[in-house]
């Protein structure tokens, strides 16, 4: 029940295109869902945020949208540039100070 | 501001040595700390959290141990390294978001 299913694990996009990633959750307690992206050899950094009172939140080329009654969550990138090429992870928690539930990952490549 | 520092950057170990990695946070007070590690290509697994000094909390038993001495330092260490601790390994702390340090990579050979 605390697991974050995350897909696809890789996506490959050519540029200017829409990257589109999914996370599932069953813990209904979840209530605080962050997206974090990764360059090879750093740390995560946090991307974008949503909670549960809002079904989308943008940020530039970000959005989060969010389906309560289906516990889903998903990532879109629009206009997908090379410089975004790096594995995004979702991740859930009770709270945005409790620990996190972290996805797979998921690998993406945007093609020049 | 708030800043997160890892040291070393990278390590390479002989199998069976000790291992000492520290972390420590700058512009914050009473973080949650953690440590997760990352093979190649994979996902985040977390390895020790903590709530407070002295306060540790282990999710996965290994050859691993974590102290927490100050506030805002995280120390993981182990007796004995195995050619299975070889990895990225993250520190992160959080008072609402978490943040993640620059990690150490850590080669067992």
């Known amino acids: 029940q605390q697991q974050v299913k995350q897909s696809p694990q890789s996506l490959i996009v050519q540029k200017g295109g829409i990257s589109i990633i999914n996370c599932a959750y069953e813990n209904t307690a979840f209530d605080y869902f962050p997206w974090y992206q990764q360059f090879p050899g750093k740390g995560p950094a946090l991307l974008i945020a949503?909670?549960?009172?809002?079904s989308e939140k943008k940020e530039g080329r970000f959005t989060i949208s969010f389906n309560k009654s289906a516990k889903q969550f998903s990532l879109h990138i629009m206009d997908s540039q090379p410089g975004d090429s790096a594995t995004y992870f979702c991740a859930a928690s009770p709270t945005s100070g409790s620990r996190l539930t972290f996805g797979e990952g998921t690998q993406l490549t945007v093609n020049p | 501001s708030q800043t997160i520092h890892q040291w070393p950057a990278t390590l390479v170990q002989p199998v069976g040595s000790p291992l000492s990695l520290e972390c420590t946070v700058e512009g914050t007070s009473n973080p949650n700390l953690y440590w997760y590690r990352q093979a190649a290509g994979r996902g985040l697994q977390l390895l020790f959290y903590?709530?407070?000094?002295?306060?540790i909390s282990s999710e996965v038993p290994q050859n691993l141990s974590a102290s927490r001495p100050q506030d805002r330092q995280f120390i993981l260490s182990s007796k004995k390294l195995l050619l299975s601790d070889s990895g990225f390994y993250l520190c992160a702390w959080q008072n609402n978001e978490q943040f993640f340090g620059p990690g150490t990579r850590l080669t067992v050979l």
């Open positions: 903590s709530v407070g000094i002295g306060q």
């Open positions: 949503i909670r549960p009172d809002v």
